[in-house]
């Protein structure tokens, strides 16, 4: 069993309503030879410096969240994804211990499998940018200001897709015009949404 990482040992320790689950995952994926790292806020279990599974919690569940979950069989068919938007990553959630030792065989066979899929260098094709909708404020800004066209264009895939997705969620037109309006100078500086 591969030890625990002191910095991560906050995560377990703090008070939370899910502190029991937590360390029930830990112990599991810890059995599977994985090394115990801190990113995002968040327990994450790496192979090789590359992320495989990390430990999270939301209110009304806790998870394991596989990095390349999209490309594992999922014989069981517990693997979430989280919305659809969420391209490569996917969840098993729980509710209870309980739930997490009874499922102790499969979680480390999944694992196990999301080992194997990064040593043999598999990657989940993500949709272009292009792919993703336009809404039509965007797009006339984008025709209107060609330093704002050049910006966007200079800014990473990521970036593109994170302001295309914010900017298509409201319903009325004038909510999606006051985001893209709010974002102008962000995009302009060559930032991303949330950086």
Request: charged fraction near 30%; charge should be positive; proline fraction near 5%.
């Amino acid at each position: 069993m591969h030890r625990t990482n002191p910095k991560v040992d906050w995560f377990f320790n703090k008070p939370g309503q899910w502190q029991q689950e937590y360390e029930k995952l830990r112990k599991i994926v810890l059995e599977c030879d994985l090394t115990e790292e801190l990113k995002w806020g968040c327990p994450c279990y790496t192979f090789e410096k590359r992320n495989i599974v990390l430990i999270h919690g939301f209110k009304e569940y806790c998870a394991l969240l596989f990095v390349k979950g999209a490309l594992l069989k999922d014989p069981k068919g517990i693997l979430i994804q989280q919305t659809e938007n969420v391209q490569s990553a996917r969840q098993v959630r729980f509710t209870s211990g309980r739930e997490i030792v009874k499922m102790k065989g499969t979680l480390k066979a999944y694992i196990r499998e999301a080992i194997a899929a990064e040593k043999s260098g598999l990657k989940v094709s993500l949709k272009k940018t292009s792919q993703f909708a336009m809404p039509e404020e965007f797009k006339g800004k984008l025709d209107e200001v060609p330093a704002l066209k050049k910006a966007f264009k200079a800014l990473t895939p990521g970036r593109q897709r994170g302001y295309l997705l914010y900017f298509s969620q409201p319903k009325q037109s004038k909510t999606r015009q006051a985001r893209v309006e709010k974002s102008i100078p962000q995009i302009l500086n060559g930032r991303g949404l949330n950086d």
